[in-house]
């Protein structure tokens, strides 16, 4: 066994049996979401490279504190990337936080999550076990599928080691198309376009310093792109500017999210099909409608949990603000039964004395 991997499976050991809670972490990028990390510190950094990368498979596998950066440069220079566009949010996000956050960025209504591109992994369970999932390929299998279960988990069923992903070509051709209209009709237009055939890839309405403005990106083969542009009509934007912009936003960088007053940052996950809801303020909306970003107060807490689910969705707490103080409300929605009871029970199989980031999701998990 390797070193690096020995070390971690004895420290992990020798917490179960002494009951220390662990806090699982890679680069920290994403420390802020969920419940406050606690217990002692596990860093998964030493575990760090390509295992191996086959561009004509599709297949990257690598180690889970191998840095996102890099690792899609080198998909880059084989003319691939992962679709669904993690955020980094700060430097160091690592593969392994990637996968345990299970965070996707604006393209992610159109290609799908990250659990969909997760072939396979390993995972040091509670027990000190070292556990293989899945594997290099997409098949069909009887069971459980752990490997994608691991995704949005948050370290609280273990430590990921290493993690197998499916990867994409890059799209022949894009381009972003802005049009302004207020919200109502950019969920009404979205809707629409969604029921064509067009290259729809990623979309986002915000009422920015230049008004309401809804922002469309076309991914896809050229003349797909090319005829999609003739028929939408709007105002074509520079490719490079338009790139530096949907990064910006998709590591929450752009001038919307810089605007945060000291508010909490929430995010609604709605039905795309959901009309414009009784916010605290005018949101910024991604995945064709589906995913709402709004600042409130704490007070407005219980409100957007109520808006969302009148809209089949769910709202969730994602950066407090500087006027947050516990006690508050859960950072998740509560779970309703059964899937307390199945949290509860797959908790107590992967990490049954309760180490690995402990409450991180839930307090009681």
Not at 303 to 313: I, N, Q, V
Request: charged residues 20%.
């Amino acid at each position: 066994m390797d070193p690096a991997l020995s070390l971690l499976v004895e420290a992990i050991t020798a917490a179960a049996g002494s009951g220390t809670p662990l806090c699982i972490r890679g680069g920290g990028s994403k420390d802020f979401y969920g419940e406050p990390p606690a217990g002692q510190l596990l860093d998964t950094r030493s575990l760090s490279g390509i295992v191996s990368y086959e561009p004509s498979e599709l297949v990257v596998t690598a180690l889970a504190g191998t840095p996102l950066a890099p690792l899609e440069t080198l998909l880059a220079e084989h003319g691939q990337c992962l679709p669904f566009e993690p955020p980094h949010f700060a430097g160091g996000a690592t593969l392994g936080g990637m996968v345990a956050a299970g965070l996707s960025g604006p393209a992610r209504a159109s290609v799908g999550p990250v659990r969909d591109y997760v072939l396979g992994l390993k995972l040091i369970n509670g027990r000190g076990e070292l556990l293989v999932f899945g594997g290099q390929v997409m098949k069909n299998v009887a069971g459980y599928d752990v490997s994608r279960l691991m995704v949005g988990s948050l370290g609280t069923l273990g430590l990921i080691t290493e993690v197998s992903l499916k990867v994409l070509p890059m799209a022949p051709a894009e381009a972003t198309l802005t049009f302004a209209m207020d919200q109502a009709q950019a969920l009404r237009r979205l809707n629409e376009w969604g029921g064509q055939p067009l290259p729809l890839n990623a979309s986002r309405w915000a009422a920015d310093a230049t008004g309401p403005t809804l922002y469309l990106r076309l991914r896809g083969a050229v003349a797909a792109v090319a005829a999609a542009c003739r028929g939408l009509g709007g105002e074509r934007q520079d490719d490079s500017a338009a790139a530096a912009d949907w990064a910006a936003c998709r590591n929450q960088l752009n001038a919307w999210f810089a605007q945060h007053d000291g508010r909490d940052l929430w995010r609604l996950s709605v039905a795309q099909t959901a009309p414009v809801l009784d916010l605290p303020e005018s949101p910024l909306i991604e995945w064709h409608g589906g995913q709402r970003w709004v600042r409130a107060e704490p007070g407005d807490a219980a409100g957007l949990r109520e808006a969302a689910a009148r809209a089949g969705g769910h709202a969730t707490l994602f950066v407090p603000g500087e006027r947050w103080t516990a006690p508050q409300p859960g950072r998740f929605s509560a779970l309703a039964s059964p899937l307390d009871r199945i949290h509860g029970a797959l908790k107590r199989e992967f990490d049954p004395a309760g180490i690995f980031n402990r409450g991180r999701l839930y307090p009681n998990l």
